[in-house]
C-alpha cells in the first residue's frame, strides 16, 4: 500500500514534457495534496523528507535562489533515489517473512 502511495508521488513537483516543463509547485491542488498525505502517515519518515524537499525547493525557487528546472532535476534524483530505497528495503522485509 505504502509503496504505491509513493509511486503516486512521482508527480508532485514538476514533470519533463516534449514542450518544456510542467510546473507543478504552485499548484494548490499539489499542496493540498501532500498535505493530505503528510496528515495521513504523519509516522512515515519518507513522505516527511519529500515533503520538506518540497517545500525547500519551491521556497528557493519563490526566492530566486535555484531556477525551476533546476529544482526540479533535483527533487527527480531525490525523488526516484529515495523510493527506490523504500521498495528495496520492503522487499527484502518480504523476503524475511516468507523465510
Not at 503516486?8 to 498525505?37: C, I, T
Not at 496528515?39 to 535555484?66: N, S
Request: hydrophobic share 45%; proline share 3%; aromatic share 8%.
Amino acid at each position: 500500500m505504502k509503496a504505491l502511495l509513493i509511486l503516486m508521488l512521482a508527480v508532485s513537483f514538476g514533470l519533463r514534457a516534449e514542450e518544456g516543463w510542467v510546473n507543478y509547485y504552485k499548484d494548490p491542488q499539489k499542496a493540498a495534496e501532500w498535505e493530505k498525505h503528510l496528515a495521513d502517515t504523519p509516522e512515515d519518515p519518507l513522505i516527511a523528507k519529500l515533503y520538506a524537499l518540497r517545500i525547500g525547493l519551491c521556497k528557493m525557487v519563490d526566492e530566486g535562489k535555484v531556477e525551476l528546472e533546476e529544482a526540479i532535476r533535483i527533487w527527480d534524483i531525490e525523488h526516484a533515489r529515495r523510493v527506490n530505497e523504500r521498495l528495496l528495503s520492503e522487499m527484502k522485509r518480504g523476503r524475511k517473512r516468507m523465510l
